[in-house]
């Protein structure tokens, strides 16, 4: 049971090049989340997935897309990097509704040059 | 728009000392408070406080909600190095489409030193 796993760990990117991160939970969770964190403002939600095949806004959605693949995997897509998105991405998952604790990946560390 | 405010942001004490952090919010149907301990990489979960437990406790660690006047604390006794850490806390809506969400402050950042 290896609970919430994402990749990469670590990633480079030039201005304007794009990538996607991966999630995956494996406690058959319905609520995925995505957040970035950078220094002195805690966690801030980017998107989340209430359940499968559903996606919405969170907080600073701005430069992002999800796609929810399966109930198991929600990835996180970056079409054009920017310098403002260099930060340390986190993926979670809940059991969704009243199930509200939410369960951390290991982290991406980006960095945009 | 829901806002939790933790203080300190930061924190500097020796082993042996006992701490208390705060944490108050504004949320427009409260749900839970949750705390968590984030070390090198991934906040893991400690308590979940709601209208119908409103204390816990593990070991030296313990928490308490107050609803009225819209705080948490959490207090750690007897720290020890291994307590240095970001400690977050949430707050989860149960309005609408907030449902299942939480709203974190920004940390407090706890240093123990031997």
């Known amino acids: 049971n290896a609970g919430v796993t994402q990749t990469p760990k670590f990633q480079v990117l030039k201005t304007g090049q794009s990538m996607t991160l991966q999630c995956a939970q494996d406690?058959?969770?319905?609520?995925m989340y995505w957040y970035r964190q950078d220094p002195g403002m805690g966690l801030r939600l980017i998107y989340y997935?209430?359940?499968?095949?559903?996606?919405d806004k969170g907080e600073v959605p701005n430069g992002y897309n999800v796609s929810r693949l399966n109930k198991r995997e929600f990835s996180l897509r970056l079409e054009s990097a920017a310098p403002s998105q260099t930060s340390v991405y986190f993926c979670?998952?809940?059991?969704?509704?009243?199930?509200?604790?939410?369960?951390f990946g290991p982290g991406t560390r980006l960095l945009v040059l | 728009e829901d806002k939790v405010v933790q203080s300190p942001l930061s924190l500097v004490v020796h082993e042996g000392d006992t701490v208390t952090l705060n944490c108050s919010y504004e949320?427009?149907?409260?749900?839970?408070l949750l705390w968590y301990k984030q070390e090198k990489k991934a906040p893991t979960f400690l308590f979940m406080l709601?209208?119908?437990?409103i204390e816990k406790k593990s070991g030296r660690l313990s928490s308490i909600l107050d609803k009225k006047e819209l705080f948490s604390i959490l207090n750690i006794t007897a720290t020890q190095t291994g307590d240095s850490a970001i400690y977050l806390c949430?707050?989860?809506?149960?309005?609408?489409?907030?449902?299942?969400?939480?709203?974190f402050g920004q940390g407090t950042i706890l240093t123990v030193h031997p």
């Open positions: 406690m058959n969770h319905n609520s």
């Open positions: 709601t209208s119908s437990g």
């Open positions: 979670a998952s809940s059991g969704g509704g009243a199930q509200e604790t939410q369960y």
């Open positions: 949430a707050v989860g809506n149960a309005g609408g489409t907030s449902y299942g969400k939480l709203t």
């Open positions: 997935s209430a359940s499968e095949g559903t996606t």
């Open positions: 949320v427009t149907n409260f749900r839970s």
